[in-house]
């Protein structure tokens, strides 16, 4: 670790579902608030789950130069520019300007909100009662007017990051992944290494996502991951709860500007915090299931502690990490099985570490759920404040670690570990640290 480029954090900004800008959704998340609500966004009365914690009252258009340069984009692009924009004018990039060629791009995006209407019409005309099969040449039809070929195009996830780089100039090293829950942990930690091994000397990192359309709702309820709450959606995100039944959506943005700590010191950058570790796992396992015994969790969690040369086994006095952000989707099995993974960690240490969810607050954000999570490592960090885990008024008997229940707490914290993990057995966790 001595002899590698040290990683900071000297920007941060989101668009959540809490608010547009850091400190008034901070305050909020403090205060235990939460944005859930019944969906507008499409008819959703008939559906298992009706509510979700939506973006609102939110314009793109207010966060860029020129509107018209990016002509039409989808909502997971807009939701980027707005993050980008402020974690850029936090870290003075407009005042100290960086070669272009060394800024580089690494955002971990899902796919924007699909035409569904118009796709059905154009698949219902093109269906052929008589043959029971697509008439390939009527969809073709149909599909030139009503199918608008912009806004396709714009909800491809690689979209955010093109729009980001035109935004900013930015010509360096541009990459998307799209690894599902746990994509912007994944995608914040492989920046750090492109900054480590000398590739940019700084990076735009972070997540964006939206699945609050039809697909996404659906796709969720039939996996039978969502809340089915309807009747209690203030409460229905509920992680480490007894009664917890599935986790609300949301949607929305965080973006990072890291750069070595080197360059942000020549150019006089407010440091935010050191990514000091990162671990990636795989399960092999399901596509919707974590391993029984957290094995694919432990791992990254022991890699990132390895890479943070945070050394448990010798750990004296005060745990050596003082905040997990937890992925706390509030599933019966996520819950338990991070809760058992961290007690394999961290041993006769880990019921003294306070680990919360925000998910019970700002819902999953899907691609953009690890970002959001980060920041709020950085905040945590910076003002002593723990931010709690609401509705946890049922304890789950059999999960037994400090949730920092329903009420904020005030700590010192130097060192925060941060949780990633999604469908497809991916795990991916961060380590952060007071810079000094």
């Not at 973006?55 to 793109?60: E, G, I, L, S, T």
């Not at 942000?264 to 391993?291: C, K, N, P, V, W």
């Not at 509705?391 to 130097?414: C, E, G, I």
Request: aromatic residues 6%; charged residues 20%; glycine residues 10%.
């Amino acid at each position: 670790m001595n002899d590698r480029k040290r990683v900071v954090v000297s920007g941060a900004g989101w668009i959540t579902p809490l608010g547009h800008d850091l400190e008034s959704v901070w305050k909020r998340l403090q205060n235990g608030e939460t944005a859930v609500a019944p969906i507008d966004r499409f008819q959703a009365a008939s559906f298992p789950t009706s509510f979700a914690n939506q973006v609102r009252d939110y314009d793109w258009t207010e966060h860029v130069a020129d509107p018209e340069r990016h002509g039409v984009i989808g909502a997971h692009t807009g939701f980027a520019l707005g993050a980008a924009r402020q974690a850029w004018t936090m870290a003075g990039l407009d005042q100290s300007p960086a070669d272009p060629r060394r800024i580089g791009i690494y955002l971990a995006s899902g796919e924007g909100v699909l035409d569904f209407d118009s796709y059905q019409r154009t698949s219902l005309s093109a269906w052929d009662t008589q043959t029971g099969a697509v008439n390939d040449t009527q969809w073709r039809t149909t599909a030139l007017t009503a199918i608008d070929g912009a806004y396709e195009l714009a909800q491809e996830p690689n979209m955010p990051m093109a729009h980001i780089a035109r935004e900013f100039g930015i010509r360096g090293p541009a990459f998307n992944c799209l690894t599902a829950c746990a994509a912007s942990n994944q995608a914040i930690g492989e920046a750090c290494d492109l900054i480590r091994r000398g590739d940019a000397d700084i990076m735009i990192s972070g997540g964006t996502h939206t699945m609050l359309h039809v697909l996404g709702i659906t796709g969720f309820n039939r996996l039978t991951a969502l809340s089915t709450r309807n009747d209690d959606i203030p409460h229905a995100s509920r992680p480490f709860s007894r009664t917890r039944d599935g986790f609300v959506m949301g949607e929305g943005s965080g973006i990072i500007v890291l750069e070595s700590l080197e360059h942000a010191q020549a150019r006089g950058a407010t440091i935010l915090g050191e990514i000091t570790g990162y671990g990636s796992t795989a399960d092999a396992y399901r596509i919707t299931d974590i391993h029984p015994e957290g094995r694919g969790p432990c791992a990254a969690m022991h890699q990132a502690l390895a890479d943070a040369s945070i050394d448990l086994d010798n750990a004296q006095g005060a745990p050596p990490v003082q905040y997990i952000s937890a992925h706390g989707t509030g599933t019966q099995e996520n819950d338990k099985i991070e809760t058992g993974a961290v007690k394999r960690v961290f041993g006769e240490l880990a019921p003294h570490i306070p680990m919360t969810s925000i998910k019970s607050m700002m819902g999953h954000l899907i691609c953009a759920a690890g970002a959001v999570e980060f920041i709020t490592c950085l905040l945590i960090i910076r003002d002593g404040v723990i931010p709690p885990t609401i509705n946890l008024d049922d304890p789950d008997p059999d999960l037994d670690l400090d949730y920092v229940p329903n009420t904020a707490r005030n700590a010192t914290v130097d060192t925060c570990l941060s949780n990633a993990f999604g469908f497809g057995g991916q795990n991916d966790t961060l380590i952060v640290t007071r810079a000094v």
